[in-house]
């Protein structure tokens, strides 16, 4: 058990190691000279609004009396853990030298794990979130108004994604009654979606970021390997209305007056705090869902605290009520708490 425990923390801490960057707001006039500045403040907001990354300690309690209770391997006995490592891999991103259209773009290779340890017998692990895709970011507004001290930019997210959970078993699983529900354990869950998102963000240099996005996501079927499980059709919901809303305390440089001499002293307060909800509003034909009650609403709160944005690591609270978000354990109704370190690159 404590090697799953290091293998997941290792990739998470692995995965937070970068340069700090102070790029929403400018210190001095050396960095807001920079020939890059404009192009580093926009990929620093792009940063702040990737998928959240973090280790964390998990409650989670059913909100509606499950068909078949939780076996052993299921997370009977609770769970130890639940992380979520991900990362949008740049592809490209603009440079000042860039023609304009290319300044506009972040073109990415998106990955992303959710492992779930449980306490059961031996400690396994879940069946984990595995997503990986391309994704796409475009700039809509003025490249020049990063420029300004306060700003709001505009910008349209597009992702193309995998989902999936490598299991290779069957997909529901009865009782000694006849009761059926998903495979928690072991069972095959496979889908693909695009995803679309039109983001607007308020930055105001030393103060905050406030920003809102609300997007649509359509489940699709290549086929293949990476082909939709046939059971999701008419169940796990086929397209879903998407929402986020992120306020962010951004470090900021603070001017002192020393009240015993005519001394200023200027000191960058590191520290940033953020709150963030994302919801999720499944659409469509729902027929095949096996509760009366569709459940289409799941709601995510986040608070973040980073006691100084150099080190890259902080403390999270998050909350989540909603079908389950850990794949083929969608038709269990949970109400998740959990609190832990919290993790996030700051890219160049």
């Keep these: 058990m404590i090697m799953k425990w290091l293998i997941i923390a290792g990739c998470l801490l692995y995965t937070g190691i970068s340069r700090a960057q102070d790029v929403l707001w400018s210190p001095d006039s050396l960095s807001a000279s920079s020939p890059n500045y404009a192009m580093n403040r926009y990929n620093q907001l792009l940063g702040y609004h990737d998928q959240l990354m973090y280790l964390t300690w998990p409650y989670i309690s059913p909100a509606v009396t499950r068909t078949i209770p939780l076996r052993d391997g299921e997370g009977k006995?609770?769970?130890w853990l639940e992380g979520n490592i991900s990362n949008r891999f740049v592809i490209h991103k603009g440079k000042y030298y860039n023609p304009e259209i290319l300044q506009r773009l972040r073109f990415t290779f998106d990955v992303g794990l959710t492992p779930r340890l449980t306490r059961d017998s031996s400690s396994p692990l879940l069946p984990t979130n595995n997503k990986?895709?391309?994704?796409?970011?475009?700039?809509l507004s003025p490249v020049s108004a990063l420029l300004k001290e306060q700003t709001t930019p505009v910008w349209l997210t597009v992702q193309l994604h995998h989902y999936s959970n490598g299991q290779a078993?069957?997909?529901?699983?009865?009782?000694?009654?006849?009761?059926?529900?998903?495979?928690?354990?072991?069972?095959?869950?496979?889908?693909?979606y695009v995803r679309l998102l039109f983001n607007v963000a308020n930055i105001s240099a030393k103060d905050h970021v406030i920003s809102a996005a609300i997007g649509w996501q359509q489940e699709v079927d290549p086929k293949g390997p990476l082909g939709r499980s046939t059971e999701l059709i008419n169940s796990y919901g086929n397209q879903r209305i998407l929402f986020s809303f992120q306020w962010l305390k951004a470090s900021r440089l603070v001017t002192i007056n020393n009240l015993l001499s005519s001394s200023i002293k200027k000191v960058t307060k590191k520290r940033q705090f953020s709150f963030r909800t994302d919801l999720e509003y499944i659409a469509g034909n729902l027929s095949q869902f096996p509760l009366q009650n569709k459940y289409r609403l799941g709601a995510h709160a986040y608070l973040t605290y980073m006691p100084s944005i150099t080190n890259e690591v902080g403390f999270m609270l998050h909350t989540y009520y909603g079908r389950d978000y850990l794949n083929i354990r969608y038709d269990d109704i949970v109400f998740i708490g959990e609190a832990g370190l919290y993790m996030r690159i700051n890219k160049r």
């Design 77 to 79: 006995n609770g769970y």
């Design 132 to 139: 990986f895709g391309l994704g796409l970011d475009l700039l």
């Design 169 to 192: 078993d069957s997909f529901f699983t009865k009782d000694e009654n006849g009761n059926q529900r998903n495979n928690y354990r072991s069972g095959d869950f496979s889908t693909d």
